[in-house]
Structures are given as structure tokens and as C-alpha cells.
């Protein structure tokens, strides 16, 4: 969606981004579906929140929840992001005010426990998905899974780690939840497609590390893009199993 509203509901760069993201190619009548249905929730919900952020705006900026204090993190954030795609040829999504609320959000409350920039980006990035999910097609937005992980930073292991391990196994708290299934990856050997992955898949971590409790800086790509190939492999075989009934 954030992609159409940059480039005024046009469906060639949609399909060119999701091509050079992600390895996925839409038939053009599914594009449309797509594209029409995203585009009624636009305009329905109407929010400067899914808008790009006028970084010079500072009225707009703490007006969607961007606090002066955290401007400079998240720009130096946005500026890591966009250089990393311009020396890949490619154009990176410009933040929404939605976006860059929820990067501020996780520097505000953990940015003593996650010191990682592209860290904090990654674990933004299961919020905002789910606060756009909300606004758009009105689902709960339910974060306790994300909050009780921030809570028990499992990821730095020892007495951590068993502590929430055990808080699942006894039900008080939530595993972490896919925000987002991938149909298909595409072509992992390339660059271009590992580093799009990289940069906007915290859900893929989750989804796919050994230890999907771990940072995304802690989860080796080689491991992990294994760790990938292995399930898609083995969803395929048993998509090609014949029925034994």
C-alpha cells in the first residue's frame, strides 16, 4: 500500500517493488485485486499516518507521534536504510509517520536493552504491521507476544532465556507470532533479494531461526537463509505427496 500511495496508485512500480523485494511476480488481474481493495481502505481510514514523513515537518512529526527527542535516531535509522538500497541500484519505501512513530516507540521504551539500530528497526516493523492491519481492515492489534519478549529479553540467554521458556510452556505468556506469512522468497542466492529480506523481515526471523526468540543480529544469514530453504523444501514435498487415502 505504502508503495502505491508514493507513486500515486500506479501498478508498474507496486509490481516492480514486489519483484525486486521479494522475488514475487503477480498475475496482472491479481495486482488489481489487490490494488483496489488496499485502496479503499486508503481512503475509508484517510490518515496522514500512511503519508511519507516531511522530516522538516516537525509540527506533523510530533503530531504522529514522533517525539523531538527521538528525530535524529530515527532519521539516521531512515538514512542507513535508503544508503544500503542505493548501493544495490535500488529505491528504498520513504518512512510514513506510522512508521517512524513506531521506530521512536521501541527507542523510547527499550532502547536501553536494544542497542542494534537495525535491531530496533526490525522489531518496529512487527508493530507497525499489526497497527496498519487495525487501522485498515479493523483486526485486534494484539502485541502482548512482542511485549513479554521485550519483557524477558530471552535472547540474552542463561536464566532469561529459561525464564521464558518456562513463562510459555505454563501459558502466562504468548510465543511470538508471525506477523506475516512469505508465499515464496524468490531467488535467496541473490543480493539483491537477501538484502531486501534482510532489511525488512524481522517476521522472517522469527519465522524461520533455530531460535526464534533471538535479536535478528544474533541469527547468522547463512544459518538462517538455510534454515529457509530447508522449510520451503519441505512444504513442497508434501504439497507433491500423493493423497495415501
Known amino acids: 500500500m505504502e508503495v502505491w500511495v508514493q507513486n500515486d496508485w500506479e501498478t508498474r512500480p507496486a509490481k ?8 514475487i511476480e503477480l498475475k496482472q488481474n491479481t495486482l488489481w485485486y489487490y490494488k483496489k481493495r488496499l485502496k479503499e481502505a486508503w481512503e475509508r481510514v484517510n490518515s496522514d499516518l500512511d503519508s511519507p514523513a516531511d522530516w522538516g515537518d516537525f509540527i506533523m512529526l510530533t503530531k504522529n507521534g514522533v517525539p523531538p527527542e527521538h528525530r535524529r535516531e530515527v532519521h539516521r ?6 544508503n544500503s538500497y542505493k ?9 510514513t509517520y506510522r512508521r517512524l512513530h513506531w521506530w521512536a516507540y521501541v527507542i523510547e521504551y527499550y532502547g536501553d536493552v536494544i542497542q542494534d539500530r537495525a535491531d530496533r528497526q526490525y522489531i518496529a516493523e512487527g508493530y507497525v504491521l499489526r497497527h496498519m492491519a487495525a487501522d485498515l481492515f479493523g483486526l485486534p492489534m494484539e502485541t502482548e507476544d512482542l511485549d513479554q519478549w521485550l519483557y524477558y529479553q530471552p535472547w ?3 536464566d532469561k532465556e529459561v ?9 502466562r505468556v504468548p510465543p511470538i507470532m508471525e506477523s506475516l506469512k512469505f508465499s515464496q522468497l524468490g ?6 533479494t537477501e538484502h531486501s529480506v534482510r532489511i525488512l523481515s524481522f517476521r522472517l526471523v522469527m519465522q524461520y531461526a533455530p531460535k526464534p526468540y533471538l535479536l535478528p543480529s544474533q541469527v547468522g544469514w547463512e544459518d538462517l537463509m538455510e534454515a529457509v530453504t530447508r522449510s520451503l523444501e519441505s512444504r513442497a514435498g508434501k504439497e507433491e505427496e500423493p493423497n495415501s487415502q
Not at 531467488?187 to 539483491?192: G, I, K, P, R, V
Open 77 to 82: 535509522i531512515w538514512m542507513g536504510i535508503e
Open 87 to 95: 548501493r544495490l541500484g535500488l529505491v528504498a519505501i520513504k518512512p
Open 156 to 158: 540474552k540467554g542463561g
Open 163 to 171: 525464564a521464558y521458556l518456562r513463562a510459555i510452556d505454563t501459558g
Open 16 to 23: 516492480k517493488w514486489l519483484k525486486e523485494a521479494y522475488g
Open 187 to 192: 531467488d535467496s542466492n541473490t543480493e539483491q
